[in-house]
């Protein structure tokens, strides 16, 4: 799991040429009044939406997890509650859809979203970096729901 | 600033010749057999310090960065609460001193736990304050980790 600003994305580029190609766009992009939908990067292996949503409660937070593609969540507008455990730190809920890549996990892990222990707020300018061995939870609020408005990149395991 | 897992540590070799050395030092080695000390590596550029210590509460854990060096921390035995935020967003309580390679801060950041088997990369922007309790089940006292530092 990878958590930075957006000024640092350049040191990660290197990792991965599809992860680079992500956070490049997420730098190059002038986001300011950008709609909701979905952004070409290239074909199947790296693209982007947009989104504008009401986070959730803190108690309607779920575990989710990919195999086929790592997410590259940025902040835009508005902070977001996000949670990160291993994987196999969870317990599997609901069973890996292969057309949907998305499988649902329970259990604590280390997180608690009641007090916030273990979860990180997103602020505008910050991007986080989910592998497919990175449970996560994401869209949650920090104190009272509100909109956000932030960018998924998906991008392809190589 | 990277979490993870030590078994997941490949993936982060390319963010340097500097940290691929670190994270494969941890792999390689039989931390538990290894005593407190100071280890090279690659001379001064990477060096790995093991400590065991008490934990801290978190109120009298101080935030740090550093310019010179990135940290890698790993948790060998033992488990720890760590506090992270973005430099540069933080006050300074006491300016660099170049000596020690450190900048002492203070505000507020973003918490997780560190289990044994993980392990935080630090880059320069990145502020931290370690070594403190976790609160549940129940909070281990001492704690064992090696600190990897990379040069910049």
């Known amino acids: 799991m990878i958590i930075d600003h957006i000024r640092n994305s350049v040191r990660y580029d290197g990792l991965d040429e599809r992860l680079g190609k992500a956070l490049a766009f997420l730098r190059d992009t002038d986001w300011s009044g950008k709609a909701p939908g979905r952004c070409e990067i290239d074909g199947d292996d790296v693209y982007a939406h947009v989104q504008q949503f009401k986070l959730l409660p803190q108690s309607e937070g779920k575990w989710e997890a990919h195999r086929r593609y790592i997410d590259v969540h940025y902040a835009v507008e508005g902070k977001e509650r996000v949670a990160y455990a291993p994987v196999d730190s969870l317990e599997v809920y609901r069973a890996y859809d292969e057309a949907a890549d998305y499988m649902l996990l329970r259990g604590a892990g280390s997180t608690n979203v009641y007090t916030g222990e273990n979860t990180v707020v997103v602020n505008p300018g910050t991007f986080v970096v989910f592998r497919p061995e990175d449970a996560h939870m994401i869209g949650i609020a920090v104190d009272t729901p509100k909109p956000v408005t932030k960018v998924v990149v998906k991008v392809r395991v190589s | ?152």
Do not use: C
């Open chain 2, 1 to 152: 600033m990277v979490l993870d897992n030590i078994e997941n540590a490949p993936f982060y070799y390319k963010l340097g010749p500097g940290i691929e050395a670190a994270l494969k030092f941890l792999q390689n080695t039989d931390l538990e057999q290894l005593a407190p000390g100071r280890y090279e590596i690659d001379g001064d550029r990477v060096y790995a310090i093991v400590r065991e210590f008490e934990l801290t509460l978190r109120n009298d854990a101080q935030w740090k960065a550093h310019r010179k060096y990135i940290d890698v921390q790993y948790v060998v035995a033992g488990r720890e609460r760590i506090f992270f935020a973005h430099a540069p967003e933080m006050e300074v309580v006491r300016e660099y001193d170049d000596r020690e390679d450190k900048t002492l801060l203070q505000g507020k950041g973003n918490t997780q736990e560190r289990w044994a088997g993980s392990f935080a990369i630090f880059g320069p922007d990145d502020a931290h304050k370690t070594g403190t309790f976790t609160e549940f089940p129940r909070p281990a006292k001492t704690i064992k980790k090696v600190v990897v530092k990379v040069a910049v």
